[in-house]
């Protein structure tokens, strides 16, 4: 495990923010992991980042402590049985194409998941999902080691406890765990997921395949969302609030064109972006910090927008939905102050 000092993060975060970390080290073997617990053990009053793809993050400025970026590698078949297939991918796996490379193998499950930017090991953290799916549905177990007793836990289904954009490992754990492996258990026979109108309607009467779905979810997600190749953003900056029956009936009374989805917990599902959009803020730029033209939801760095300025402009676009509807965003991303 080698440790770098004052590294840039500007390719180690989405937003090409040009914050920079007082310590850096890469975890590519798994012996690098045994190293790594010695030296937090030898650090104790450090902070310490896991960091991914850095692509649901925001540095609000430089890191004082040790930023740990995952780069474990390697993916295969694990086990088999008469209804599904057990793939295993290491943290560091690319998750898009890890997906492209799981449907070449003729396996489905993961396509709606096509061209989500980040690693497999970030992956569960937030329970990723789009197109009505979400990690949680293919997940099977993974593998991850407490960085404090350098002891390897398997986490099933149920302990990692996902939720709607959240897990164990976002809201109760808070990186005491390096997420080394994730197995998925994908279906033998597919189970499509169709119903968003965008792939129905490219999909038209083709028969459905992972390669279809995933070829379809890529052009829509394309058309809609920025490359943050060539823009920084971390996708939606916010998550769509959840309220109370009773809540989204008062609001209806003032907003009658407000769209809502019943959740299977009673609760209704807002569109952040609608809300957002409501507020003006769409195409909003302040300095480099600025809003997409094309999606409320998401935040862009122009250029050289300072992590402070993305979230000044964030704060702002929650205090103006706090005023107008009384509902409080919360940013997606983690916010490292
Ligand atoms: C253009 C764009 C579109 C997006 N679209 C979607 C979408 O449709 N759906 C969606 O859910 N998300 C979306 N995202 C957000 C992002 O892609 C996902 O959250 C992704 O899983 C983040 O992966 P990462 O490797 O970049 O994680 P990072 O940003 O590096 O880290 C995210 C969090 O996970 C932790 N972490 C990272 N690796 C590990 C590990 N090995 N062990 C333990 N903790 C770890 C980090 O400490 C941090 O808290 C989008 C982002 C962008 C830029």
Redesign the pocket.
């Known amino acids: 495990m080698h440790i770098t000092e004052n590294q840039s993060l500007q390719s ?3 937003f090409g923010v040009a914050a920079k970390a007082r310590y850096f080290t890469v975890i590519k073997y798994d012996d690098d992991v045994a190293e790594l617990v010695k030296w937090l053990k030898q650090h104790p009053l450090l902070p310490y ?9 925001l540095f609000t400025k430089d890191y004082q402590g040790l930023v740990i970026h ?1 780069a ?1 590698t390697g993916k295969q078949v694990v086990a088999e049985d008469t209804e599904s297939t057990y793939i295993r991918a290491a ?2 796996e690319n ?1 898009h194409g890890f997906v492209l490379w799981s449907i070449a193998q003729g396996y489905a499950g993961l396509e709606n ?1 096509s ?5 497999v ?3 569960p ?7 009505g799916v ?2 949680t549905d293919c997940f099977f177990q993974l593998e ?1 080691v407490d960085l404090q007793t350098g002891k390897m836990r398997v986490f099933d289904h149920a302990a990692c406890e996902f939720a709607y ?1 959240d897990s164990y ?2 809201s109760v ?1 808070h ?1 005491g ?4 492996s994730v197995t998925f258990r994908l279906l033998k026979k597919p189970q499509w997921k169709m119903h968003y109108a965008d792939i129905a309607r490219q999909l038209g009467n083709q028969v459905p395949t992972a390669q279809r779905i995933s070829t379809i979810v890529i052009s829509i ?1 394309q058309s809609k ?4 190749a060539v823009l920084g ?4 900056f916010f998550k769509n609030p959840l309220v109370e029956k009773q809540t989204w009936l008062l609001l209806r009374a003032s907003f009658q064109d407000m769209p809502a989805y019943e959740q299977l917990d009673k609760r209704y599902k807002l569109p952040a972006a609608w809300l957002i959009d409501q507020c003006h803020w769409k195409g909003y730029q302040q300095g480099d910090a600025g809003v997409y033209a094309k999606h409320a939801l ?1 935040l862009v760095n122009h250029g050289t927008a300072t992590g402070e300025e993305l979230w000044l402009l964030a704060q702002q676009i929650i205090d103006s939905v706090q005023e107008k509807f009384g509902i409080t965003l919360e940013p ?3 916010v490292i102050n």
């Open positions: 180690y975060n989405s980042l896991l960091v991914g793809g850095g692509s649901n993050l995952i474990l943290a560091g998750w998941l061209l989500i930017p980040g690693t090991g970030a992956a953290v937030q329970n990723i999902g789009a197109y979400e990690l991850a954009r490992f976002k754990a990186g765990y390096l997420i080394v997600r969302l920025p490359d943050p953003n971390a996708g939606s998401v997606e991303p983690s």
